[in-house]
């Protein structure tokens, strides 16, 4: 069985498009699956709307708490949830539209490995972002690189397929709740051995607003994490 998880915070306007379309794209081939939708402490009616889609659908179950806590938290708490293996990771603001998962799991059909990110940075993906966004992936992309090698060209995308056992042996010492979660996750399962592989992705995302602050810390994460894992030695 698959697993898919979905992150959720003041998402109440794009969560039942993408979540119905999740449902049909799965069942266009025939899969077995579970959808957790994890409401990450929204002021909207996120988590109304989730619970509706819970009663209608079977398959989906809802998981929530009150206080916003990040993305990273919310995907960590989203997995105590989950029974299947592999287990995605997708974001629910329909900037990547569901219908494009038959392609990516048809990866996990050709290649050897542990973790498949989306990358941006694929030749084949379908990239509409904004000038601004686009710079500001690329210097993070940038200095992720030189900090972790992870082998990767891009880590934040909102795609992510995980064998289970690599989410039961990475989560547990993983301390980062947002931000640079993605980074602290990919890079300590890479030093504990695990194969990670890109695949191309459709991204729509049109916004131009970036919080200054946001990004300050997530570089100021990804530096913590370094040090965590390079000089304490924290993820060995």
Same mark, same amino acid.
């Given at each position: 069985?698959? =697993? %898919?998880?979905?992150?959720?915070? @003041?998402?109440?306007?794009? #969560? %039942? ?13 025939? *899969?077995?699956?579970?959808?957790? /939708?994890?409401? &990450?402490? =929204?002021?909207?009616? $996120? ?6 889609? *819970? ?8 998981? @929530? ?25 997708? &974001? *629910?603001?329909?900037? /990547? ?14 290649? @050897?490995?542990? #973790?498949? %990110? ?7 993906? +379908? ?8 710079? /500001? =992936? ?16 891009? $880590?934040?995308?909102? !795609? ?24 602290? !996750?990919? *890079?300590?399962?890479?030093? +504990? ?7 191309? %992705?459709?991204?729509?995302? $049109? =916004?131009?607003?970036?919080? #200054? ?10 530096? $913590?994490?370094?040090?965590?894992? @390079? #000089? ?5």
């Amino acid at each position: 069985m698959l =697993s %898919v998880i979905i992150p959720a915070y @003041n998402e109440a306007e794009k #969560i %039942v498009q993408t979540t119905e379309e999740l449902i049909s794209t799965l069942d266009s081939f025939h *899969a077995s699956f579970e959808i957790i /939708l994890v409401d &990450d402490g =929204s002021k909207d009616n $996120t988590l109304e709307k989730a619970r509706c889609l *819970a009663d209608h659908h079977s398959r989906v179950k809802v998981c @929530n708490y009150r206080r916003n806590r990040g993305k990273g938290y919310a995907l960590k708490h989203g997995f105590e949830y989950t029974k299947g293996d592999p287990v995605i990771f997708l &974001d *629910a603001d329909y900037d /990547l539209p569901p219908h494009q998962l038959g392609k990516f799991i048809e990866n996990t059909r050709k290649n @050897n490995f542990d #973790i498949l %990110v989306g990358s941006k940075n694929h030749p084949l993906s +379908q990239v509409k972002v904004t000038f601004c966004r686009k710079c /500001l =992936s690329k210097c993070y992309n940038l200095y992720v690189k030189q900090l972790f090698g992870l082998g990767v060209s891009d $880590t934040q995308v909102g !795609l992510k397929l995980f064998r289970r056992k690599v989410l039961e042996q990475v989560f547990p010492k993983l301390l980062l709740k947002s931000y640079a979660f993605d980074v602290e !996750l990919l *890079a300590s399962a890479k030093r +504990q051995g695990y194969k990670i592989c890109e695949a191309p %992705v459709e991204l729509n995302c $049109t =916004s131009n607003r970036i919080v #200054i602050r946001g990004v300050w810390r997530m570089f100021w994460d990804t530096i $913590t994490t370094y040090y965590r894992m @390079n #000089i304490r030695h924290y993820y060995d």
